[in-house]
Nanobody, 117 residues
Framework: QVQLVESGGGLVRPGGSLRLSCTTS????????MGWYRQVSGKQRELVAT???????VHADSVKDRFTISRDNAKKTMYLLMNSLKREDTAVYYC???????????WGQGTQVTVSS
């Protein structure tokens, strides 16, 4: 019932920046804590950052001080501003709620971020 669409990825040089967007369908976006995840081929999906309904955020140590998660409840949209990108940030980035795993929305297709010189 809830559709997630990620966008904004692309090819960027090390040290560059990108802003990812996650748009959602439905009218219940504002009541869910949300997060950005990323996955490298052959590896487990990794939680990158979370944001509560009220806007409190937590960022993984690997992206702390470089990435910033935010949300606009009126637009039903979540963002991930990525600065000082590193090659190890290369992954497919996904958004979803961060409630119990069995309550996760259906995963979208993600958006590819490639950091390469």
């Amino acid at each position: 019932q809830v559709q997630l669409v990620e966008s904004g990825g692309g090819l960027v040089r090390p040290g560059g920046s990108l802003r990812l967007s996650c748009t959602t369908s439905g009218s219940i976006f504002s009541i869910y804590a949300m997060g950005w995840y990323r996955q490298v081929s052959g590896k487990q999906r990794e939680l990158v950052a979370t944001i509560t309904v009220s806007g409190s955020t937590v960022h993984a140590d690997s992206v702390k001080d470089r990435f910033t998660i935010s949300r606009d409840n009126a637009k039903k949209t979540m963002y991930l501003l990525m600065n000082s990108l590193k090659r190890e940030d290369t992954a497919v980035y996904y958004c979803n709620n961060v409630g119990p795993a069995n309550a996760r929305f259906t995963w979208g297709q993600g958006t590819q971020v490639t950091v390469s010189s």
